[in-house]
């Protein structure tokens, strides 16, 4: 992006560069999305072709980091607060690079169950009582009420006796939870694991859809890389306009 030459825009030129109201362009520079107006002797307001520039900025830099943060970043360039908008700009990279590193846990740890090998001791009858299937799992029945606590197994209850009772769903999940804690899961990732199985029913379905998830991010993360290299060149180009103040159509 080249600076060019400076030149003066009514504001209901500039609103619909963009498909925008006026109002909208004036709320923008309130928050600080556009840099200050300065104003002819008679009050009217002054935009040019860098007000222009800034907005067409912002919106690439929305496409990628959401408005929050785009007005963020834009209010501390306009208010000259550059390592403000920097710092902002790096938090929203570091939050695709940790949403990226948990699916590469979960798909990890889905790929440890699928790569488990079936259990060698028998399975309980359905609707077993805790003592069946700490045995299965090869736990003790202190771990399983310790994940029940957790909100990681959700046994039944029966009626006549309020004990524990474990149906099909409920025994894998214990032995999931068993499987990715040998392997050092923290509880945070099994959790996860968890409500995708519960939601899908499948390990399978779950690493597809993780996969697609994870195709979705590098999408968002090209969006906020051209909107960071956008940034970078208004920043490079950028100049403060001082128009003189010559009459203009009151916006």
Sequence with gaps: MTSGPIARLRAVDLAASVGISVQQVRNYVEQGVLPPVGRTASGYRIFTTEHERALTVARRLAEGHGWIRTREIMAAVHSGDLPAALAALDGGHAELDRERAEIRRVLGAFETVLASP?????????????????????????????????????????????????????????????????????????????????????????RAELARREQELHTRSLRRLRGSAALHDYLSARVDPHPSPRSERRD
């Design 118 to 206: 079936s259990q060698a001791r028998p399975a309980p009858r359905r609707d077993a009582r805790i003592g069946e299937v700490a045995a299965v799992v090869g736990v003790r029945t202190s771990q399983l009420r310790l994940w029940e606590e957790r909100g990681l197994l959700r046994p039944g209850r029966a009626p006549a006796t309020n004990y524990r009772v474990y149906d099909e769903v409920e025994l894998r999940a214990a032995q999931v939870i068993a499987l990715l804690r040998r392997g050092a899961y923290p509880f945070e990732i099994i959790e996860a694991v968890l409500g995708e199985l519960r939601t899908t029913g499948s390990p399978q379905r779950v």
